[in-house]
């Protein structure tokens, strides 16, 4: 089978190329590189056709989908707080961008598409876990650009009967994250800083609390929801069924780590959410169990960045 994995050079993509290449499929990428590093891909570099190009652009999107079987759509423009400052650019590369991949798609006889949702579409919700069936309130143009996407897979879905799924990803984290970004995740900042021997930096009081999910879980739910033929036309999270606030987090690797560097504490980030829990059981009864389970994926996490900055 051939895979197009949009946003291919970026964190999450790389990760799934890596993973079909090692199951022997055949891959394309495609990536405008403007978040995305084609160091990400320089271990199967030689073993992937890159198509150096915006999903902005429908004529680019067009001519990737060719002869394609599988699209694992990971492009975008990430951050809340991106989307916070600038909505307009994040609704055209967001929305637009999938919009023009569903149609290509469609057009070009593609068996399914799966598209990186976000549980940012259900915004601060008091329940938790998080399922499903609850009603979505997004609190940012982000978690906006995400559930607009989901309305449109399932109409490419209904209307079209073009086999479409949406994952809702519950902070993925792990190798290739970038901590240099100014809107990078908190893992790499995190690591990055005690390594370093500074004070990582936390916006609000910590408690706040996030499904944190390691990379590989991530991966292996893509492949899932590609593969099975009783996956289509719906959306499911994407998490490990567990919670941990920042300041847990933050003792958790400074065990592993082996410091006791205290963190710098900030005004909290607009559309920031508190709480974030995943229930997974909508998807384990197609066969979905996380793998790496989060103090081990932490410990993973920390060694290769330890490698990478030679701490």
């Known amino acids: 089978m051939k895979y197009l994995v949009s946003g291919g050079a970026g964190f999450i993509g790389s990760n799934i190329t890596k993973k079909l290449v090692e199951k022997g499929e055949s891959v394309r990428v495609l990536d405008n590189f403007s978040t995305g590093n084609i160091d990400n891909l320089q271990a199967v570099i030689n073993d992937i056709e890159i198509v150096d190009g915006d999903i902005r652009d429908f004529w680019v999107v067009k001519k990737a989908v060719e002869g394609i079987d599988y699209i694992l759509h990971q492009a975008a423009l990430p951050s809340v707080p991106r989307s916070v400052e600038n909505p307009l650019t994040s609704n055209v590369v967001n929305v637009d961008g999938t919009l023009h991949l569903l149609e290509a798609a469609k057009s070009a006889g593609v068996k399914k598409m799966v598209m990186a949702s976000s549980s940012s579409v259900y915004g601060d919700a008091e329940e938790l876990p998080k399922h499903e069936g609850m009603r979505p309130s997004p609190l940012s143009p982000y978690a906006v650009t ?8 399932k109409v490419y879905w209904e209307l079209y009967k073009f086999p479409t799924v949406a994952l809702r990803y519950f902070n993925i984290f792990g190798p290739q994250q970038d901590p240099n970004s100014a809107y990078a995740a908190v893992f790499p900042k995190f690591i990055e800083a005690f390594l370093r021997g500074k004070q990582p930096t936390v916006f609000g009081d910590g408690e706040q609390s996030r499904d944190f999910t390691y990379i590989d879980n991530c991966v292996q739910a893509n492949l899932l929801a590609a593969t099975n033929d009783d996956i289509c036309g719906d959306y499911f999270n994407v998490g490990c069924n567990g919670q941990f606030t920042l300041n847990e987090t933050l003792d958790i690797l400074r065990e592993i780590i082996g410091c006791d560097i205290e963190a710098v504490y900030e005004d ?44």
Do not use: M, W
């Open 268 to 311: 909290e980030r607009a559309g920031d959410i508190k709480h974030s829990y995943a229930s997974i059981d909508k998807l384990a009864k197609f066969g979905y169990e996380p793998e790496v389970e989060f103090k081990e994926g932490v410990r993973r996490t920390v060694e290769y960045y330890r490698k990478q900055l030679g701490l």
């Open 146 to 153: 995400k559930l607009t996407n989901e309305y449109y897979l």
